[in-house]
C-alpha cells in the first residue's frame, strides 16, 4: 500500500475540542492510505470514466496541494467525470471501497482544501465546464461545477449582465461555493453566499439532490443550499449551480488614494460607507505592499498605505458626483486622489495589479512561500487590528505583505517564509494564533473567505467550540462514512 502525508493525531483538551495552538508541523506524519485495494478501485473507477483518470505521480502530487504552505497530501488517484451522473457512480464506487472522496476545481484554496489526508479519490471537476442556461430577463445562469469565473464573464459578453463575485484567481464557480468565496467586488455585491440561488449536489451514498431554485426567494424548509455553501466538499459534491446575476453598469470608474497612516485610510473608508458611497470595489493595500506592487506590475504610487477603489453607477453624471463625493472625503481624512482610471484598460490594469498581489508578495523574497491568512473583524476594529499585527510582525522578523477588502472588515497577510525553515514557520505559526485571537477579541471570525480546511481547524474550535458538536452532528448525519473530504473543517 502506498504512505502519505496526513494530517497527525490530534490531542484534545478537557472540553473534547481541538487544542488552543495549531500542530506544531503540519501534515508530517507517514502513515498507511486508508484504501485497501488500490488497484481494485481504480479498475472500478476505470468502468465508470473510461481513460479518464490517472496515477501519475506529478498529477497526484498537484491535485494535492493548492495554493499551501502546507505539504502536499496526493490521492490515490484522479478522475475527470464530465457529468452529474458520472459523479453520482464514482461515488457509489468509493462508498463501496471505503475510498475518501475529494473534490477539486481550479486547486487555487489556501488553507489545504484539497489535500487527500486519508487517500482516496480526487475528483477533478474541470471538465463540467458546460454553461447550461442563462436568462437575462430573469438576471440569472445555471453551469456546470468545473466553468471558471472568466469563462460565465466573457460568455454573458454582450447580454447587459455579468456575475460579479471575484476572489481574484479564476477560480471554479463550484469551488466557489464549496468554500465560500468573496473576494474586491463583495462590498456592494455580496459573496457566494448571496450569489447562489440553487445548486445540484451528489451526497456521500451517491444520491443526487437539487437545493433550491430561481425564485428570489424562498420559505421551504431547510435552507441547505446555504448548508452546502463553505461546507469545503465535506457534505457533499457540488455538480451543477444557479446563480444570480447583476446589470453591467453604464459607467465605471476606479481611482487610488493614498494617505499617511493605515488609520487615515480605514477612517476615509468608514466615511465614504457612512456618506452612502456606492462602493463597488474598495481595497487596502499597506506601504510595504504597494512597495511589491510597484515593483512586480510597474504601477508608480507612492509608497504609502493606499485605496484602490471603485464606483459603478448607471449614468456618467452619476460617476462625477460620485468622484466628487470620493475627493471630498479622502481629503477630509489627509489622502490623496493620486490617480482615476476610466477607461476599461486602465481599470484592467489597475485590478491585475491588485490581484497579483500574491505574485508580488513571492518575488520580495526568492525561493519562500507564502503562509497566507485572513481574518475579518468589524470595519471600526480593523485600524487598530492591523496596526497591532504590522507591529508583531516587525517584532517576530516576518516579512509579510497585508492587503485587504476594507469594505468588509476583511484582511489577508502573506507571510513568507522557506519551508524548511522550521524557526520561521513556528514563528509564522504563532503570529496567526496571535492574529486569530486578536480578529476574535474584538468580535470578529477567524478567516472572512480562506475557510478552514486543514489549516484553521483549531482556529475554528477557538471561535466556535460551542458549535462544533452540532456541525460534527450534520457531518455524521450526511455522510456517515467520513468519505467527503475527511479530516477537514470538523476532522
Not at 493614498?258 to 499597506?286: H, N, T, Y
Request: hydrophobic share 40%.
Amino acid at each position: 500500500m502506498r504512505r502519505m502525508l496526513v494530517w497527525p493525531g490530534r490531542s484534545r483538551n478537557a472540553a473534547g475540542d481541538s487544542p488552543q495552538r495549531s500542530p506544531p508541523n503540519p501534515l508530517p506524519a507517514l502513515v498507511t492510505s486508508r484504501v485497501r485495494d488500490v488497484d481494485a478501485l481504480v479498475q472500478a473507477l476505470a468502468a465508470v470514466v473510461g481513460s479518464r483518470w490517472t496515477r501519475a505521480e506529478s498529477e497526484l502530487q498537484q491535485h494535492g496541494r493548492g495554493e499551501t504552505h502546507l505539504r502536499a497530501a496526493p490521492p490515490d488517484a484522479v478522475v475527470y467525470p464530465e457529468s452529474t451522473d458520472e459523479v453520482s457512480a464514482v461515488v457509489r464506487v468509493c462508498a463501496a471501497h471505503d475510498a475518501p472522496i475529494i473534490a477539486y476545481g481550479a486547486g487555487t484554496s489556501l488553507e489545504g482544501h484539497v489535500a487527500a489526508v486519508q487517500g482516496g479519490v480526487c475528483v477533478d471537476l474541470s471538465r463540467m465546464n458546460r454553461i447550461l442556461r442563462t436568462s437575462v430577463e430573469d438576471m440569472d445562469a445555471t453551469v456546470e461545477a468545473g466553468v471558471t469565473r472568466l469563462q460565465l464573464t466573457k460568455a454573458l459578453g454582450g447580454t447587459g449582465a455579468t456575475f460579479f463575485v471575484d476572489p481574484g484567481a479564476d477560480a471554479t464557480l463550484g469551488g466557489m461555493a464549496a468554500t465560500g468565496a468573496s473576494g474586491t467586488t463583495s462590498v456592494r455585491y455580496g459573496t457566494m453566499r448571496e450569489n447562489v440561488l440553487g445548486l445540484t449536489v451528489v451526497l456521500a451514498d451517491g444520491s443526487v439532490v437539487r437545493t433550491g431554485g430561481r425564485a428570489r426567494k424562498s420559505s421551504a424548509g431547510y435552507d441547505i443550499t446555504r448548508l452546502m455553501i463553505g461546507s469545503e466538499g465535506t457534505l457533499g459534491i457540488i455538480t451543477e449551480l444557479t446563480l444570480r446575476l447583476q446589470p453591467v453598469p453604464d459607467a465605471i470608474a476606479a481611482a487610488t488614494c493614498a494617505f499617511a497612516s493605515i488609520d487615515d485610510a480605514v477612517q476615509g473608508v468608514i466615511a465614504l460607507l457612512q456618506c452612502g458611497v456606492p462602493l463597488a470595489r474598495i481595497e487596502l493595500l499597506d506601504a510595504m505592499t504597494v512597495r511589491a506592487v510597484n515593483a512586480h506590475s510597474g504601477l508608480g504610487c507612492p509608497e504609502q498605505p493606499m485605496i484602490f477603489l471603485e464606483l459603478h453607477a448607471y449614468s456618467r453624471a452619476a460617476i462625477t458626483e460620485q468622484l466628487e463625493a470620493v475627493h471630498e472625503v479622502i481629503e477630509t481624512f489627509g489622502g490623496q486622489v493620486h490617480a482615476t482610471a476610466t477607461t476599461e484598460d486602465e481599470r484592467h490594469r489597475l485590478w491585475e495589479a491588485r490581484h497579483n498581489v500574491y505574485y508580488a508578495g513571492l518575488a520580495m523574497r526568492p525561493g519562500a512561500r507564502s503562509w497566507t491568512t485572513d481574518v475579518c473583524v468589524p470595519v471600526s476594529q480593523l485600524a487598530a487590528v492591523i496596526r497591532d499585527t504590522r507591529a508583531d510582525l516587525e517584532a517576530s522578523g516576518i516579512l509579510a505583505p497585508l492587503v485587504g477588502h476594507v469594505g468588509d472588515g476583511n484582511f489577508h497577510l502573506l507571510m513568507l517564509v522557506h519551508p524548511d525553515d522550521e524557526q520561521a514557520l513556528a514563528r509564522a505559526r504563532e503570529a496567526n494564533d496571535r492574529l486569530v485571537a486578536r480578529a476574535l477579541a474584538c468580535g470578529g471570525t477567524c478567516t472572512g473567505e480562506h475557510g478552514i480546511g486543514l489549516g484553521k481547524m483549531s482556529s475554528l474550535a477557538r471561535e466556535h467550540g460551542d458549535l462544533l458538536p452540532v456541525m460534527r452532528a450534520i457531518k455524521q448525519a450526511m455522510d456517515p462514512g467520513n468519505l467527503m473530504n475527511p479530516g477537514k473543517v470538523v476532522g
